[in-house]
């Protein structure tokens, strides 16, 4: 038996393996990109099948496609979806800047599979790739309007729900240390105290805003190119297919789509996409931020700041015995890390676009989902297997702040700055407590200090 059977298209014939379902040309993609082993995202993908079963139920309305071959797409695009072909999808990111080749292996997944069901129906028609599965559109509009809904849902569904969950468990950490009171810290040098809630109350408003940008960045990605086939002119659609789309894309996912006002800006810039990925560089930057505070205020246990613990995952070390190490933090930062890059990437694809279409798109769609799926991801982990079970060392925390020179500050009203900074300096110099520095000096009684320098009320 032939492990290949003869696929065509306008260059010639291509041999596909008879077990795939792809057509010519992904085969001929397959062939000629050869890089990397970056595949194009599934999310990806299915977003072009959103598009292929809309855009197929519009044009039957339209009159220009049969029931038949509407009904076999849409049902070929909902198997699809639920990801039992993935394994037909097989392309690489690294491949025309359109997205052309994706767009055109799921139009040939699409056409080869919706073939099989109408003769499974008993129908003589046959569902032709470019013709019907890609009518009324282009690559130039679908690839980046699958970009849209693949990112906007992703960040909906995936993203968000993280955000808040971990929101949520640094609000109660917040409350349940918000009696216990610290040492505050700037420049890495000890400063005023604060309640362990109180610094914690900063995490959780971090994350807070980020909800806030990253949800209001997101609603720019509702708007969608389909409808500009070629080069924005909409040539061989209908005025009314872009908006029909919209409309039917609403009604399939549950969120409010629409046609771009003006395609020409939509098939040849991504300043949504990069304005949007800003937010997650946003929320990167200040999970980095929490991250690299957990594991401070965790070092130690013994040498170091110690005055939260985190939970033992793992063994820390291959040679040192006993060893934890903050794991989950350093797989939050070099997620973060990951994110900046694929900023810059984003940034500066997006920055490419030429004429009437820019052709960096798979790079573009490729690094922002990744950033969503590591940020979800990352976010997840961090909150289960660490910030859940944080703890408060209140024996270190009570150590630090009664050892701290900065409780002087409450003597400024009361002295002036000049001569608390000298009880300060003396205190240092002599490895003195404040309180046995500032008697020495004679600007403040024992009864002062002890009225004055009250921890508790400095927060």
Known sequence: MDDFRIEKDTLGEVRVPVDMFWGAQTQRSKENFKIGIERMPLELIYGLTFIKKTAAIVNYKLGKLSEAKQKAIAQVCDEIHKGTYDNHFPLVVWQTGSGTQSNMNVNEVIAHLGNKWLAKQGSLEKIHPNDDVNM?????????????IAAYMMITEKLLPTIIELKNTLKEKEQAFSKIVKIGRTHLQDATPLTLGQEISGWRFMLEKNEKMVN?????????????????????????????????????????????????????????????????????????????????????????????????????????????????????????????GNDATIGFAASQGNFELNVFKPVIIYNFIQSIRLLTDGIQSFNKNCVVGLEANEKAIKEHVEKSLMLVTALNPHIGYEKAAEIAKLAFKESSSLREAAIKTGYVTPEQFEKWIKPGNMI
């Not at 009324?136 to 849209?148: E, G, I, K, R, Y």
Request: hydrophobic fraction near 40%.
């Open 136 to 148: 009324s559109q282009s690559s130039n509009d679908t690839f980046p309007a699958a970009m849209h």
């Open 216 to 340: 209001e960045a997101n609603q720019y990605l509702l708007n969608l190119a389909i409808g500009g086939t070629a080069v924005g002119t909409g040539i061989n659609a209908d005025p009314k297919f872009g908006q029909m789309v919209a409309e039917e894309l609403t009604q399939l996912t549950g969120y409010s789509f629409q046609s771009s006002e003006n395609k020409f800006h939509a098939l040849t810039s991504h300043d949504e996409i990069v304005f949007v990925h800003g937010a997650l560089k946003a929320l990167a930057a200040d999970l980095m931020k929490i991250a690299n505070d957990v594991r401070w205020l965790a070092s130690g246990p013994r040498s170091g700041i110690g005055e939260i613990s985190i939970p033992a995952n793992e063994p820390g070390s291959s040679i040192m015995p006993g060893k934890v190490n903050p794991t989950q933090s350093e797989a939050l930062t070099m997620i973060a890390c990951q994110v900046f």
